[in-house]
């Protein structure tokens, strides 16, 4: 069983920074994909980017694109995502989600989620 846990969440202000880390209890070497959704009050949950785990090559939401950027460290198990220029509209709850298929559609392993508010 794998288990992921995020923290870095917290309160900033538009146009500040953070930097989230979701930590793999397991090793994750046959993760597919590891990924970053989010979720604000009242919206569906929403694809914010992914990072192949063997190759890391990244993918991100438009949305996002040229914000954020997903790193990861292999021998640490562990993913980032590093989020720029924060609009209160990126306010929502961060959850990481891991995979061993080659699609992050339907992750089969998720986090508790962070929460990450942005003020105006």
């Not at 959704?37 to 980017?49: C, D, N």
């Not at 890391?56 to 460290?73: H, L, M, W």
């Not at 980032?80 to 992750?107: G, I």
Request: a positive charge.
């Amino acid at each position: 069983q794998v288990q992921l846990v995020e923290s870095g969440g917290g309160l900033v202000q538009a146009g500040g920074s953070l930097r989230l880390s979701c930590a793999a209890s397991a090793r994750t070497f046959s993760m597919y994909f590891m990924a970053w959704f989010r979720q604000a009050p009242g919206k569906e949950r929403e694809f914010v980017g992914a990072v192949r785990w063997s190759t890391g090559n990244t993918y991100y939401a438009d949305s996002v694109k040229g914000r954020f950027t997903i790193s990861r460290d292999y021998a640490k198990n562990t993913m980032y995502l590093q989020m720029n220029t924060l609009k209160p509209e990126d306010t929502a709850v961060f959850h990481c989600a891991a995979t061993r298929r080659p699609t992050w559609s339907e992750p089969e392993y998720w986090g508790q989620g962070t929460q990450v508010t942005v003020s105006s």
